[in-house]
């Protein structure tokens, strides 16, 4: 695991979207999910990144950060006092939540720069195949994995440099 570099992630979004691209990060649906929405709303308050649209592309994910949701409104004990401090730990004003198969298409070839966050998280399967497939040919896009890799797995090719990866058998 390498250690949590904000600075690299924003340096990595504001290059892509310099050139007019788009961010796609495979993520663990839970836990995974709502870290990388606290600190892209994060490097978003401190001006580090532009203010591009974030959607999260995974029904588990959407599932998981409405718990995560509720224990804030609770204020949950086990809720971190510098998180419960903040109105919007989590980024949801900036949140774009890809429902339907239909939304998810939608930024598949994006108009504009965004960032996806989308499961699974070794790119192994789910919606993120989807991204990938129409993605990864642009260059002006930017896959950013940010979790363990294991042997075997699509995440794991790309993290290797792979010029080529397989997706839905092609």
């Known amino acids: 695991h390498v250690e949590r570099n904000p600075g690299r992630l924003a340096d990595i979004i504001n290059r892509t979207v310099a050139r007019g691209g788009s961010v ?15 600190a892209l709303k994060d490097l978003r308050s401190a001006g580090l990144i532009p203010s591009v649209p974030v959607y999260v592309d995974s029904p588990m994910a959407l599932r998981s950060l409405e718990v995560y949701r509720k224990a804030l409104e609770r204020a949950d004990a086990d809720v971190r006092d510098t998180v419960r401090a903040d109105a919007d730990p ?32 070794m790119a192994s399967g789910g919606r993120v195949l989807h991204h990938l497939a ?37």
Not at 24 to 38: H, N, Q, S
Not at 112 to 120: E, F, M
Request: charged share 15%; with cysteine.
């Open 24 to 38: 796609l990060i495979p993520a663990f649906a839970v836990d995974r999910t709502e870290v990388l929405l606290c």
């Open 90 to 121: 989590l980024g949801t004003a900036h949140l774009g939540a890809l429902t339907t198969v239909q939304e998810s298409m939608s930024v598949n070839v994006p108009a504009y720069p965004s960032i996806v966050i989308s499961a699974s998280g």
């Open 134 to 170: 129409y993605q990864l040919p642009d260059p002006r896009n930017t896959v950013v994995l940010v979790g363990f890799q294991a042997a075997g797995t699509r995440g794991r090719a790309l993290l290797e440099g792979a010029r080529s990866v397989k997706i839905h058998g092609t």
